[in-house]
Structure formats: structure tokens, C-alpha cells
Nanobody, 123 residues
Framework: QVQLVESGGGPVQAGGSLRLSCAAS????????MGWFRQAPGKEREFVAA????????YSADSVKGRFSISRDKGKNTVYLQMTSLKPEDTALYYC????????????????WGQGTQVTVSS
């Protein structure tokens, strides 16, 4: 069975850093576009960043540009989200997602999802 499992979340102070990981099991995801989304309490889930199957193309939301970066290790079937200069407004449940076509910011375009990992940024 195909699974995406996120890890690396936790509490952190404002200005700190975290690295989230998304490990894919049950299938080789080297040909998949991978994305990160987040959902804060009382808000809709929003796009954070995505990376193409080759790893050459990436795209990030304006709210995280310059602070977050996405990367992937095909050998480990893992995608990472490096988060720096964290702000309280980055507090959310972060989800990893996969799709077979190119990068899109729409969550509807992703058909595989993980369970999420919580990031809590305190001021």
C-alpha cells in the first residue's frame, strides 16, 4: 500500500528552524511531483511549496519565499521542507502530497496525501 509519512514537526521559537521530511513507501516516487501544504486552525489548507519529479523545478508560496526551501532525495524516496526564520503565523499542520503531473499550487491536483506533522511556532 502506498504511503506518505511526514516527520520533523514540533515546537520551535520564532526565528528558529525545522526540517520536515516526507518518506514515500510502497512505490517509487521518483516520477512524481511532490508538494507541501499546511492548514492552520480555522483556516483552509494552503499551498507551501512543490518540487518537480526531476528536482530541477521548485515553486514556493510568496509567504514562505526566502525562508523555506523544498528538496528531494530520490535514492531515499524522501522530500524535505527546510524551514528557517519561522514565524508564529507558520504554525500549522503540514502535509506532504504527490501527483503524477507537473507542479500545481492547487490541492485538488494531488491525489496522494500524508497524515501531516504539526509545527508550532511560539513568539
Amino acid at each position: 500500500q502506498v504511503q506518505l509519512v511526514e516527520s520533523g514537526g514540533g515546537p520551535v521559537q520564532a526565528g528558529g528552524s525545522l526540517r520536515l521530511s516526507c518518506a514515500a513507501s510502497g512505490r517509487t516516487f521518483s516520477s512524481y511531483t511532490m508538494g507541501w501544504f499546511r492548514q492552520a486552525p480555522g483556516k483552509e489548507r494552503e499551498f507551501v511549496a512543490a518540487i518537480s519529479w526531476s528536482g530541477v523545478s521548485t515553486y514556493s508560496a510568496d509567504s514562505v519565499k526566502g525562508r523555506f526551501s523544498i528538496s528531494r532525495d530520490k535514492g531515499k524516496n524522501t522530500v524535505y521542507l527546510q524551514m528557517t526564520s519561522l514565524k508564529p503565523e507558520d504554525t500549522a499542520l503540514y502535509y506532504c502530497a504527490a501527483r503524477t503531473s507537473g507542479i500545481t499550487t492547487s490541492q485538488r491536483g494531488y491525489n496522494l496525501w500524508g497524515q501531516g506533522t504539526q509545527v508550532t511556532v511560539s513568539s
